[in-house]
């Protein structure tokens, strides 16, 4: 099984629709990171999290709300979902802050 | 303003060829610096990675990088690229002032011809 998993893979939805992509880790890490990938952009960073009690706004925070359920759990939520926010959606786990990054496979979103 | 700076967003190389991938970063202390690979409806693989010490850092499937802090660079090589290299390559960077927040830049996709 993977380390970090993220549900759906894909996933194809309207304009005005609210989503949640989820992401779980079996790593034991505190640290947990949403990031989005667009063409030529590289990834910029949404939200991150560095335990449970703990969330803190990345780069591209706008649209985009996050809740960290367990150690294990973080989901991210667009509340309602706009075109410009399709993308390639990446989770990632840490240790610690100056570890390496474990990424999921990603979720591919479709906003129409 | 831009922490990493890839400048190539292409490479094309024949198989057997050697490559190498640049990466620029700024910031005024050492960073911790990171080469991730991507190969096609994947996640992001970590190739390798510098903290400190030898500025010569070995990865896996054969890759190395070098730092060199008087260019600010983080070249990616390889002696002999494989048809399965092909990939989206990226380079990131933990800067000390924002510690475990990871800066990206925007990618070098590579093609291997056979």
């Known amino acids: 099984d993977a380390d970090v998993t993220q549900t759906p893979r894909n996933r194809i939805t309207k304009t005005g629709k609210r989503i949640m992509l989820e992401c779980s880790q079996t790593?034991?890490?505190?640290?947990m990171y949403w990031y989005r990938q667009d063409p030529g952009l590289g990834l910029r960073l949404i939200y991150y999290s560095f335990d449970v009690k703990d969330i803190n706004k990345g780069e591209i925070s706008d649209g985009y709300s996050v809740s960290r359920q367990a150690q294990a759990k973080f989901s991210l939520s667009l509340e309602s979902a706009i075109p410009n926010q399709t993308a390639l959606y990446f989770c990632?786990?840490?240790?610690?802050?100056?570890?390496?990054?474990?990424f999921g496979d990603g979720t591919r979103l479709s906003i129409l | 303003a831009q922490s990493v700076t890839q400048p190539d967003i292409h490479i094309t190389v024949s198989e057997g060829a050697s490559l190498e991938l640049r990466c620029n970063y700024s910031y005024g202390a050492t960073p911790y610096l990171f080469w991730y690979v991507q190969s096609p409806g994947q996640g992001l693989q970590l190739l390798l990675k510098y903290f400190s010490g030898d500025t010569l850092v070995q990865g896996i499937k054969g890759f190395e990088a070098e730092f060199k802090r008087s260019q600010s660079s983080f070249n990616l090589r390889k002696p002999s690229v494989h048809w399965s290299d092909a990939a989206e390559y990226f380079c990131a960077v933990l800067r000390g002032s924002t510690l475990g927040r990871l800066y990206f830049g925007r990618g070098t996709q590579l093609t291997v011809w056979p």
């Open positions: 790593k034991g890490h505190d640290r």
């Open positions: 990632a786990t840490s240790d610690s802050g100056n570890q390496p990054q474990h």
